[in-house]
């Protein structure tokens, strides 16, 4: 082999060795990323589940509202009193729709001023009803989330 030949050699062995170490760099970035969204997406999940413990907890406790108004207005403060784990955005809106109503929490890893994106894990909602709770007149021991 001439020295032509092995310098050629040597640069086509460099560039085939670079863009493979480019392609494996990419797919532990791609790791990474999925891995942190995995996290984030399981700190929401558990934020929720807690807030659900309050919610029932909390429902358990308070004496049977009247109306189903009051009662989600009660169910709304509950669900406000439990600040969400650090990092994490909630949003808690309080619906009055007939025949039912609900609060719906929202939760997201992003901030308000993100309006609500996540940088990592989907954001998630869940809908907690207070007649499904027993706080008003309704369904009272069935699942209080749909």
């Given amino acids: 082999m001439s020295l032509l030949e092995n ?3 040597a640069l086509l062995f460099s560039a085939v060795a670079g863009v493979s170490l480019g392609i494996w760099s990419l797919g532990l ?11 984030s997406g399981d700190r929401i999940d558990a934020d929720l589940t807690a807030l ?30 439990q600040p969400p784990a650090s990092g994490l955005w909630r949003q808690l809106r309080v619906t009055a ?17 993100s ?5 990592g894990a989907a954001p998630r909602q869940r809908w907690f009803s ?3 709770l027993g ?12």
């Avoid at 039912?100 to 001023?113: A, K, M, Y």
């Fill in 29 to 39: 970035s791609a790791e990474a990323q999925r891995a942190e969204r995995e996290r």
């Fill in 52 to 81: 659900e413990v309050r919610l029932r907890a909390g429902a358990a406790a308070l004496p049977p509202a009247g109306d189903c108004a009051s009662a989600s207005q009660q169910l709304g403060a509950l669900a406000d009193q």
């Fill in 97 to 113: 729709p007939d025949p039912g109503l609900e609060v719906t929490v929202g939760l997201s890893d992003g901030g308000p001023g």
């Fill in 130 to 132: 207070p007649a499904a």
């Fill in 7 to 9: 310098v050629v050699a």
């Fill in 115 to 119: 309006a609500g994106q996540s940088s």
């Fill in 135 to 146: 706080l008003c007149g309704g369904w009272g021991g069935a699942d209080a989330t749909r």
